[in-house]
């Protein structure tokens, strides 16, 4: 059973950084597809980024088209936790954002549906003031 736990959100100005974390637990790295997910009020919950491991050392990742060149994926294998760096943000990407894990052998690529996705943390509130 994966369990998954968020942190590092907070209050930040337009322009500026945050980096969240998803530490896991009760899965192996290169056996899912772990994904950021965000929700602001009143909508639906929208795909951010996912990374999945094709070997040992090689991945791909899948970016939304409102974070593509400012947020990064990236992973400590020691602390099995998945990061996402988030530069130059944005009042619009205000929202709480959700760590997800898929099974990898369900896929062949990088679901970006919700319900692809079967384990999920408590999310991080991120709030970005203008």
């Known amino acids: 059973q994966v369990q998954l736990v968020e942190s590092g959100g907070g209050l930040v100005q337009a322009g500026g950084s945050l980096r969240l974390s998803c530490a896991a637990s009760?899965?192996?790295?290169?056996?899912?597809?772990w994904a950021w997910f965000r929700q602001a009020p009143g909508k639906e919950r929208e795909f951010v980024a996912a990374?999945?491991?094709?070997?040992?050392?090689?991945?791909?990742?899948d970016y939304a088209d409102s974070g593509r060149g400012r947020f990064t994926l990236s992973r400590d294998n020691a602390k099995n936790t998945l990061y996402l760096q988030m530069n130059t943000l944005k009042p619009e990407d205000t929202a709480v954002y959700y760590c997800?894990?898929?099974?990898?052998?369900?896929?062949?690529?990088?679901?970006?549906?919700?319900?692809?996705?079967?384990?999920w943390g408590q999310g991080t509130q991120v709030t970005v003031s203008s």
């Open positions: 997800a894990a898929a099974r990898l052998s369900r896929y062949y690529n990088i679901p970006r549906i919700r319900d692809a996705y079967g384990y």
């Open positions: 009760g899965g192996t790295f290169g056996t899912y597809i």
């Open positions: 990374i999945r491991w094709t070997g040992s050392s090689t991945y791909s990742t």
